[in-house]
């Protein structure tokens, strides 16, 4: 039997966590004209019949009424005081709902300018507000059973992490993965803009996101040490400090593991480190100490510079359509890992130097390979087995 509902009001006791709260919890409500209903500031309640959103109350307290309840009114033909009407009310909590927990499940793929492509990772907090309460019932809640925080901003993570891979591509064209720690707030920003359109057809605006964390390949992060490093000691990379500095920590670390298999050399090798650093923190920092002491001839002059060998052939990039928008260049390798990520697809647009339109990309026959079925493997060998001996 349904439950009579005299006075309907929702009083928050999960800390501040619920989104939404239905009164009743299950079945329909008995509600008559002159029920009182109590809306707390920062709240709205949707009067709901046969699955559609009849009527919105904002903040106060009211009087079912045929006057404040027009709709309702209309469509059960209310002529009398005492003939009650089966609905439900859903009770919106309308604050900003923070601290929902985002995060990159896979590695996101990056062009850098200074270390080609580079796999990193993000994390971080973000929060939404319900802008209207009718459609954000309608198209998340009724019918699945929604109303904590945080499994609804679960729904809505993959939406958002999605964004800001598409978001980190663009903003990283001719940029270095080591300039994205200090733009984390913009990036932040440029992502609230990016899905405002996303989040409005569900009735939610995205408040505020927060990146806490872009996370580096260890080996990225090692060469960023080492560059800090050499700035500490005056040392530009590519020069004969640098490599003797590379030299130099290649020894320690042998030096650090005598018991590993060529223990016996590691050991020669710690020694040898030993005698050779001085020459090498000279060699490094000579430029300081140009001026030859009293007495002294001078010293010699920099060794022979090595012929360069000529530059690698230029391989050939694409420039692909992904999230809506140009991004690249990206070499075969790069258009590998897009496509393992689910990116590139083969009807994705991509174009090259000297293509006259864009094309699919199971179209143009340097890509045809990477969407084509593996080899099935060869026939078993045939024919009957030997007899045996007799």
Avoid at 5 to 19: A, C, F, P, Q, Y
Avoid at 27 to 42: D, T, Y
Avoid at 293 to 313: C, E, Q, S
Wanted: proline share 9%; charged share 20%.
């Amino acid at each position: 039997m349904s439950e009579r509902l005299e006075v309907i009001k929702w009083e928050d006791r999960s800390g501040g966590r619920t989104m939404v709260q239905r009164v009743p919890e299950q079945g329909m409500g008995r509600i008559k004209l002159g029920a009182r209903v109590i809306v707390q500031e920062g709240q709205a309640a949707v009067f709901y019949h046969n699955g559609k959103a009849m009527d919105t109350m904002r903040a106060g307290s009211h009087t079912l009424t045929t006057e404040n309840v027009p709709i309702l009114s209309r469509a059960f033909n209310l002529l009398y005081q005492d003939a009650p009407f089966q609905s439900a009310v859903y009770f919106v909590s309308l604050k900003p709902f923070r601290d929902l927990k985002w995060g990159t499940k896979e590695a996101i793929l990056l062009r850098d300018k200074e270390f080609g492509y580079v796999n990193v990772r993000a994390f971080g907090k973000y929060s939404v507000r319900i802008t209207n309460p009718g459609v954000f019932l309608q198209t998340v809640v009724v019918g699945e059973d929604r109303k904590d925080a945080d499994e609804i901003g679960r729904w809505f993570k993959d939406v958002l992490v999605g964004r800001f891979a598409d978001l980190l591509s663009e903003y990283m064209a001719d940029k270095s993965v080591l300039d994205l720690q200090a733009k984390r707030d913009e990036l932040g920003v440029a992502l609230k803009a990016r899905s405002a359109d996303d989040l409005s057809k569900y009735g939610i605006e995205l408040y505020d996101f927060i990146v806490s964390s872009i996370s580096l390949p260890e080996e990225v992060k090692k060469a960023i040490n080492a560059r800090s490093s050499m700035g500490a000691l005056g040392i530009g990379p590519g020069g004969a400090g640098y490599m003797q500095m590379m030299a130099a920590n290649a020894l320690g670390d042998a030096a650090k593991n005598p018991g590993q298999p060529g223990g016996v050399m590691g050991a020669g090798l710690g020694m040898g480190m030993g005698m050779m650093m001085p020459q090498m923190m000279a060699g490094a920092m000579q430029p300081a100490f140009a001026q030859p002491a009293p007495g002294y001839g001078a010293p010699p002059g920099p060794a022979p510079t090595a012929v360069a060998p000529p530059p690698l052939p230029a391989s050939t990039t694409f420039h692909a359509a992904i999230g809506g928008a140009q991004q690249g260049p990206f070499d075969l390798n790069a258009l590998r890992g897009l496509l393992g990520q689910g990116r590139l697809r083969p009807e994705t647009l991509v174009w090259r130097a000297g293509m006259p339109n864009w094309t699919p990309a199971k179209d143009v026959p340097e890509l045809a390979a990477l969407f084509a079925p593996p080899a099935a493997p060869p026939p078993l060998p045939g024919g009957a087995p030997p007899p045996l001996p007799s």
